[in-house]
């Protein structure tokens, strides 16, 4: 069966620090991969997706950044954090012929 | 146009009543609406989706209605639990080859009272 894991759960970061989230999804291959954020009682906002290894697309200009550098991995990425940028951050991928998106279990981002 | 509004923000109903959360959307092009139940601090899960080519869609306790022509759809939650607290997101997308993009709705807040 297919997961998908996201990491790390929770982080407290200062402003002006760098920012690595991880994703990786298992037992599929070639899926469609995303980066949506969600801030405190807000609705999901795409950030990125990715259709394959190294194709990324954004969907809104900011201080981040994504990369797929395996056909599983998406990681996503800041040099230097703003207070903005706190959120909840959630991966998601699907499968190429299916419409359902699957939704991991999100990392918790306080910048202060 | 690519905005799907979701009403009531908040609901609070009891328990053993009914739920009944609204989405509306502008896009013709919209070809998929799932709802997703998302609980503190995780992420959504996908609760049930309705193609347009129906216009109901029943699993268990949960309900979509779809309204073409007034390109609207509603979830219906029967018998509601307190266990069904959480809050609801409604999406739209097209398209299930190459990319997908999913539009959220706002969310809606529902805290099912004992």
């Known amino acids: 069966s297919q997961t998908i894991h996201q990491w790390p759960a929770t982080l407290v970061q200062p402003v002006g620090s760098p920012l690595s989230l991880e994703c990786t999804v298992e037992g599929t291959s070639n899926p469609n991969l995303y980066w949506y954020r969600q801030a405190a009682g807000r609705g999901l906002q795409l950030l990125f997706y990715s259709v394959g290894i190294g194709q990324i697309s954004s969907e809104v200009p900011q201080n981040l950044s994504a990369s797929r550098p395996q056909d599983r991995q998406f990681i996503l990425s800041s040099k230097k954090l703003l207070l903005s940028d706190s959120g909840f951050y959630l991966c998601?991928?699907?499968?190429?012929?299916?419409?359902?998106?699957?939704f991991g279990e999100g990392s918790w981002l306080t910048v202060v | 146009q690519q905005q799907v509004k979701q009403s009531p923000q908040s609901l609070i109903v009891q328990k053993g009543g009914i739920s009944i959360i609204n989405c509306a959307y502008e896009n013709t092009a919209f070809d998929y609406f799932p709802w997703y139940q998302q609980f503190p601090g995780k992420g959504p899960a996908l609760l049930i989706a309705?193609?347009?080519?129906?216009s109901e869609k029943k699993e268990g306790r949960f309900t979509i209605s779809f309204n073409k022509s007034a390109k609207q759809f509603s979830l219906h939650i029967m018998d509601s639990q307190p266990g069904d607290s959480a809050t609801y997101f409604c999406?739209?997308?097209?398209?299930?080859?190459?990319?997908?993009?999913?539009?959220f709705g706002t969310g809606t807040r529902l805290l099912v009272s004992p």
């Open positions: 998601a991928w699907r499968p190429k012929q299916s419409y359902t998106i699957y």
């Open positions: 999406a739209a997308s097209m398209g299930n080859t190459g990319f997908q993009k999913l539009v």
């Open positions: 309705i193609r347009p080519d129906v």
